[in-house]
């Protein structure tokens, strides 16, 4: 699975390309920053920040995007031009039919490193060693961008299996209503035939057993008319 993950941002926007499957080795297919410049006015720069996600998604055709979900802070400029690089990057993905998932940075510091509050620099070595590079990788929105990535191959292609593993029963089984899937053992009859079944076996009895008829109600007739 090919992944894009983008750490969003305005002035720096982190983007990451990591291929791999849950279980086998991660490699680093590419990793960049996209800048812009912090004077310009905010419609021009989100548009300098789409023109370059546009050649991102071309030049490698990811088949899922990770991006890393906003949180509060007391700066609101920064969390607005993050919200607004982050529905470019949605919007693109959208129209191209690609999923779209939302890591929080406590899940991907914990898929990385195994510590929900590692700081940057244990991230960053983890990264490093896990895609075998040379040379950590900068600034520290393009590590962010590969941890990202590593998070969801590792976290949202087991939940993609799974998901794609319970359609498969479902369709299978035939389920309806709940979405829970039906125990119904190989070269088992159809469902309906099964119930027509058991219910003939219910009302079946054995021989020697005298038939009980269900009572009958009184017949009324009305005054003058002959019983036929």
Not at 1 to 14: E, S
Not at 38 to 52: F, H, M, N, Q, Y
Request: net charge positive.
């Amino acid at each position: 699975m090919r992944v894009l993950a983008v750490d969003p941002g305005l002035t720096r926007c982190g983007v990451g390309v990591v291929d791999g499957v849950p279980g086998r080795r991660l490699s680093l297919v590419e990793v960049g920053v996209i800048r812009t410049p912090a004077g310009d006015p905010t419609p021009k720069r989100l548009v300098a920040v789409e023109d370059e996600m546009r050649q991102w998604f071309a030049r490698h055709r990811p088949e899922a995007v990770a991006i890393e979900r906003v949180f509060a802070d007391t700066n609101v400029s920064t969390v607005m031009g993050t919200a607004q690089v982050t529905g470019i990057v949605m919007i693109m993905a959208e129209r191209l039919g690609l999923p779209v998932t939302l890591h929080t940075p406590t899940e991907v510091k914990a898929a990385v490193s195994g510590n929900g509050r590692a700081d940057k620099a244990q991230v960053t070595t983890m990264v490093t060693r896990l895609l075998g590079l040379a040379t950590p990788p900068k600034p520290a929105d393009a590590a962010d961008a590969l941890a990202l990535a590593i998070c969801h191959v590792w976290r949202g292609g087991t939940q993609s299996r799974l998901e794609d593993a319970r359609l498969e029963v479902l369709a299978r089984s035939g389920s309806r209503g709940t979405g829970i899937p039906r125990r119904v053992p190989p070269g088992a009859a159809p469902a309906q035939r099964r119930l027509r079944a058991a219910s003939d076996a219910v009302t079946r009895q054995s021989p020697g057993t005298p038939t009980r008829l269900p009572p009958t109600s009184p017949t009324r007739q009305t005054p003058g008319a002959q019983p036929r």
